[in-house]
């Protein structure tokens, strides 16, 4: 005796239901071999449902606005020290003279070409989060407060 399409799928959904461990890793590991049809499918997800999560955020951050500024700075933060540390090593330090207090390091332009930068970018987060997202480029450094307008003073003497 054949079993129908609902009866099946009934069957199905009691499975799931009563092997939840099993069906979290199973979901795993198809996320892990298929990353590309996860990224497919949650982007056709977002773009049908586009209006209903931009109301859903809307919503949740002004019932949430203490935890998602704490969030937001733990993660400034945590990209902070992640940039820091790769072009200074672990703890970060100044180049110049080896100063780890990480509330007094800077990021420095090598070819001293901040002030585009400035402008490009809207806030020095979002510079970080630019270096982070182009893989680390070379022409920046980490110095302290003090190497740094040592450089820029040096800098000006000789234009």
């Known amino acids: 005796m054949k079993k ?7 069957q199905q959904i009691n499975w799931r239901k009563t092997n939840p461990d099993r069906v979290k890793e199973s979901n795993k590991k198809y996320s892990k071999n ?5 990224r497919e499918k949650a982007e056709k997800y977002r773009k049908k449902h586009r209006e209903q999560i931009k109301n859903y ?20 933060y945590r990209t902070k020290i992640k940039v820091f540390t790769h072009y200074s090593g672990n703890p970060p330090k100044c180049l110049l003279c080896g100063f780890n207090d990480i509330r007094a390091l800077v990021l420095d332009h090598v070819n001293n070409n901040g002030a585009e930068d400035r402008k490009k970018f809207k806030t020095p987060d979002c ?5 982070k997202r182009s893989n680390y480029p070379k022409e920046f450094q980490i110095l302290c407060a003090n190497c740094n307008m040592i450089k820029e003073y040096i800098r000006r003497q000789k234009v």
């Open 4 to 10: 129908s399409k609902q009866e099946i799928y009934k």
């Open 34 to 38: 298929h990353p590309e049809k996860i």
């Open 57 to 76: 955020m809307k919503k949740w951050r002004s019932l949430n606005k203490i935890k998602k500024n704490k969030y937001s700075k733990e993660e400034r």
């Open 127 to 131: 510079l970080l989060r630019y270096i």
